[in-house]
């Protein structure tokens, strides 16, 4: 016994640990050559739990749209899983008990390794030239769920990466939307800044709206960029003489911590209202890609910028860590654009793009 205690004590430590990723990783790729229906299983019941996760309290037809599968694989899963205690059934439909949240948590790990992701976090790194890459399972272009994924993975890196003091600058948009709604309340002297002006977004995903809802659940302050849409360059360059808005763009400039996302170019600019002339322009340039209202060809070369105010891709250079997020096969030449102009910290992205940009040359 005393053996066997020492045994688990070097399990959990740094180096044990170590160890037994490795042997997992072995088990896996056997479990996956000897018997793949339990692994086949293991996926489809960590699909669904994760499912349930999300959705909860959620029904078998809703389940088997979400997951492209047939409903009776559905319930004849939810029964065996509610058999062992990971669901619960009510009028509502399922939810995941205290024991199956516990599971879902532990499966995560090994869910990654069966699908390769921890390999192709580095091949992903090594062909961006992006230092951190982090993946969650699925493509958020097919699979909306998998969007809430991106929103948590990217919320635990920002936790993880705040310091007090720190200054954050978010950007708008539904992807940084999930990401800030995925962060549990909590208790930071931090002050929150949206990392640009107003560009046409619909209130709820607004840069301003965001960053007030960010800073509320990190307990920290935070200021707003009020900055009307589609002004000119001249009415923008007297506007920041405001002392107002002087002030916050200050703020804003001294920012240590930036989330932001990355768009599909034609995308974005009918989304922010861009006119049919300038949409037909882009299209003509081969933009590829938008992010902090600078649109890029597949060049990484910046063919438009769109005219507000806050951060500029020559500040990132002095921001501590850049967070990009952004998922789905449909964005991987949008991500591979970016990164193609410059470099950043953290990219949290999805199997699906992760997929798609390996299939390209590396930038």
Do not use: C
């Not at 990971?86 to 439909?93: C, D, K, R, S, W």
């Not at 002297?189 to 619909?202: D, S």
């Not at 200021?223 to 001249?234: F, G, I, Q, V, Y």
């Amino acid at each position: 016994m005393r053996r066997f205690f020492y045994l688990r004590r070097d399990i959990y430590s740094r180096a044990g640990q170590s160890l037994t990723r490795r042997w997992t990783m072995n088990i896996i790729e056997i479990l996956k050559l000897v018997s793949p229906e339990i692994a086949n299983t293991f996926f489809r019941r960590y699909s669904i739990l994760r499912a349930v996760d999300h959705l909860a309290p959620v029904g078998r037809r809703v389940l088997a749209d979400i997951l492209q599968t047939g409903e009776r694989i559905v319930r004849t899963e939810l029964d065996a899983l509610k058999q062992l205690d990971l669901i619960e059934t009510g009028a509502g439909g399922a939810s995941l008990t205290a024991q199956g949240q516990t599971v879902l948590a532990a499966m995560t790990p090994y869910m990654l390794e069966l699908l390769g992701l921890p390999t192709m976090e580095r091949q992903v790194s090594e062909h961006l030239g992006i230092p951190r890459v982090i993946l969650v399972p699925g493509d958020s272009t097919a699979n909306p769920l998998v969007r809430r994924e991106l929103g948590r993975a990217a919320a635990r890196v920002l936790v993880q990466e705040i310091r007090d003091g720190d200054i954050i600058a978010i950007t708008g948009g539904t992807t940084m939307f999930q990401v800030v709604d995925s962060v549990h309340p909590q208790r930071h002297k931090v002050t929150v800044v949206p990392g640009r002006g107003a560009l046409g977004e619909r209130v709820e995903i607004q840069a301003n709206t965001i960053a007030a809802k960010l800073a509320q659940a990190l307990g920290g302050k935070y200021r707003l960029l009020h900055a009307p849409d589609n002004l000119s360059r001249h009415a923008l360059e007297e506007l920041v003489q405001e002392p107002g808005i002087a002030e916050v763009l200050a703020l804003i400039h001294r920012s240590t911590i930036l989330v932001h996302g990355i768009g599909d170019a034609l995308e974005m600019a009918a989304r922010r209202q861009a006119p049919p002339e300038r949409i037909a322009a882009l299209e003509e340039l081969n933009a590829a890609a938008e992010t902090l209202g600078y649109y890029f060809n597949h060049q990484g070369q910046i063919v438009w910028q769109a005219n507000s105010i806050g951060l500029g891709i020559d500040d990132l250079e002095n921001i501590k860590t850049v967070i990009v997020v952004a998922g789905g096969t449909a964005k991987a030449q949008a991500i591979k654009a970016v990164a193609a102009h410059h470099k950043w910290n953290v990219l949290v992205t999805d199997q699906g793009a992760a997929e798609a940009i390996l299939q390209g040359p590396s930038v």
